[in-house]
């Protein structure tokens, strides 16, 4: 009998699963709180057959959450309840810290791996998908310890057919990093779009006369969804507070060498210290 | 006798400039202050020949500036002394108004056109320059009542084979405009990627597996040239300081929003007012 692999939420991450697994020939089932995203899901192929919440979470081996984290939070404890000693669920969420903590106490937190493929891009939606998505991206799981050796194989053996390179972290610390190589980089982009916004409203003229290349990629990650990132930012609230306050003072900083004119230093600011350098490192070591 | 296109400095956009205007039969002859430059522009062809900066001046019937804002500052007086009515001098600097102010009085002032092709990418020098860098992009000219008219309409010329959406603005105007849509996003870009470059120095493993493609996107201006961007950001010093205070005012609002956990407005923030609701309105008009 063919593996029935259940996926909740059929946007962007969960369409894009769906579509990796069923090349491989996987019986995938769907659900989606929306039924538009189903409808689409099931008719671009993404899915096998569309069930209800309750059918998926009784006969599929593999569960799935690919919903914004505040529902995953919401409905995870429920569907551990259910689940039995050999079916898996596994998430997609961009926080683990605070799903982690949710479950501690669950009697079925091993069947749960934590898991995030970084590989969200700004467009969302079923029929956003593809199925090259996960392509040698990165892959965190979290806190593995708390997961069956088996369930945690399992996990792996999906992370692995959709190619991606996973490595583990404790879900605290995941929280902090991501913070800064993901969550960081959204609310900059956010907030850019929103003074571009306020400044050019009033005046497309010369906003269309004047845009380049540059303001498209660093905005690039506004168009990210809000029902996605809302609850993200919220969930690793504390530690994107420290993050775009540390952020805050870089840019007083740089500020400051513009007020004292400071060539020399503002020239080496540039020059060295960026992320260049390390990606530069890591490639000679 | 064909026209002698003169061309001072081959980086990405002086050496895109050359291989475009090659593609088109013209006499492209090159200088550049760094021999290493000049010696590979001649190699992959983007100029015909390298001469020396005085015969380039006096040999050339279009004077193409296409060096740092400082640099230009420095020596457009010096090439207007010597050029005849029947030259024509364009640059391509990223900030317009001190360098027309720099040459108010120039007695052949109107043989210059202050011009701003925005069409740089994150990598320089001659060996990243290409022949269709321009195609479809913007590009200003400021202050175009202090041009003669065929000076004017020359530099149109050039721009339309580059194949460049042209338009007017005051020189004034347009460093506050591009302070906001080109410069504060290098700023974010160079500060977010000295923040990493800080967190991750020497935890270089964990960054190798948490990095994803949001990260790339927004820290790629900062791999642009220091040597190009640190005049840019001191000319354009006054306007900058204002935008990036009032980007770190609009980051303490949404900081704000997150301390007070206002998921309504944070999910408004996110879906609202971006650029691209700017953008969907161009679209639609």
Known sequence: MKTIIGIIGLGLIGG???????????????????????????????INKIVS?????????????????????????????KVNKKQVVFDTGSTKYSICKSIISNKNRGRFVASHPIAGIENSGPQSARYNLFYRKNCIICDKKLSDPDALLTTNKIFNILKMNVSYMESKEHDIYISYVSHLPHVISFVLSRIIFK????????????????????????????????????????????TIHLYINFLKSFNNLLLEKNIYKIHKYLKKYNINKIINDINYE
């Open 16 to 46: 894009s699963i769906g579509f990796s697994l069923r090349k491989f020939n996987y019986n995938v089932i769907g659900f989606d709180f929306n039924k538009k995203n189903s409808d689409c899901a099931l008719k671009i192929g993404i």
């Open 53 to 81: 919440f309750q059918d998926l979470i009784k006969i599929s081996s593999i569960i799935i959450l690919s919903i914004p984290v505040d529902e995953i939070i919401k409905i995870l404890n429920n569907i551990l309840n």
């Open 199 to 242: 400044k050019f409203l009033y005046n497309k003229k010369k906003f269309i006369k004047i845009i380049g290349n540059g303001l498209i990629s660093t905005t690039r990650l506004s168009k990210s969804s809000s029902d996605t990132w809302t609850p993200i930012f919220l969930d690793n609230r504390d530690n994107l507070i420290d």
